[in-house]
């Protein structure tokens, strides 16, 4: 089963704006990802946030994790008609000695040029 | 480095054949795990292999099976398929066996198999 709820399902945004995503999940975690999939392709690795980490930045993306509300955001500023793609956050399985990824249910980003 | 590769990329089976699908992971990349990503279910961890091994099996029926090779290449089987199995099969490797720092995985491209 699925570790938790992205929200919003879907986003459409104009280029040039920021765009910002949501994830929630269920147990604890050593890291939260976040993952890129243009249509019906694999999956691109955007940025890693360890448990005791608020913050994260890579570029125009801005990752925030609040452990206490079992919650993450991704931001993507100044978006381009190229980041139109789904996005997924991705949660470790806590415990386990293993590469195990459980991953939410997405968010649909369309950017219009 | 050449990128994890999946192949075949597309495959069309019939109900009650079986499939094997194939991964070449990043050369060095010990561990290799597999997903289905369907439309209702999402993305749902199958098995993950590290020096030939199973580590972790995720839930899903006897029907989904998988191994790994000495070189990492990992093939994973479906027997008997049905039309639920239809789904994108992706293979992500890494080169740390997991557990607690960071495993940031490599995706393929995906194999993309359609029962009828």
């Known amino acids: 089963s699925q570790q938790g709820e992205e929200d919003p399902q879907a986003l459409s945004i104009q280029e040039g704006e920021n765009a910002t995503m949501n994830c929630s999940y269920k147990?604890?975690?050593?890291?939260l990802q976040w993952y890129r999939q243009n249509s019906g392709r694999g999956l691109v690795h955007l940025i890693l946030?360890?448990?005791?980490?608020r913050e994260k930045h890579s570029g125009r993306l801005r990752v925030t994790l609040d452990t206490s509300k079992k919650s993450s955001s991704l931001l993507i500023t100044a978006s381009r008609a190229a980041d139109t793609a789904s996005y997924f956050c991705?949660?470790?399985?806590?415990?386990?000695?293993?590469?195990?990824?459980?991953f939410g249910t997405g968010t649909l980003l369309a950017v219009q040029p | 480095k050449a990128g994890v590769t999946q192949t075949p990329r597309y495959l069309i089976k019939t109900r009650g054949q079986q499939v094997t699908l194939s991964c070449s992971p990043i050369?060095?990349?010990?561990?290799v795990s597999w997903y289905q990503q369907t439309p209702g279910q999402g993305l749902q961890f199958l098995f993950e292999?590290?020096?030939?091994?199973?580590?972790n099996k995720g839930n899903f029926p006897g029907r989904f099976s998988g191994r790994q090779f000495s070189n990492s290449r990992s093939e994973m089987n479906v027997s008997t398929l049905e039309l639920g199995d239809s789904a994108l099969y992706l293979c992500?490797?890494?080169?740390?066996?997991?557990?607690?720092?960071?495993?940031?995985?490599?995706f393929g491209p995906g194999t993309r198999l359609t029962v009828l």
């Open positions: 991705a949660t470790d399985d806590y415990g386990g000695a293993t590469n195990k990824l459980i």
């Open positions: 147990t604890s975690i050593n890291n």
């Open positions: 946030i360890r448990s005791n980490e």
């Open positions: 050369s060095g990349h010990r561990s």
């Open positions: 292999y590290f020096s030939e091994t199973q580590r």
């Open positions: 992500a490797s890494s080169p740390h066996l997991g557990g607690g720092g960071d495993n940031e995985q490599f």
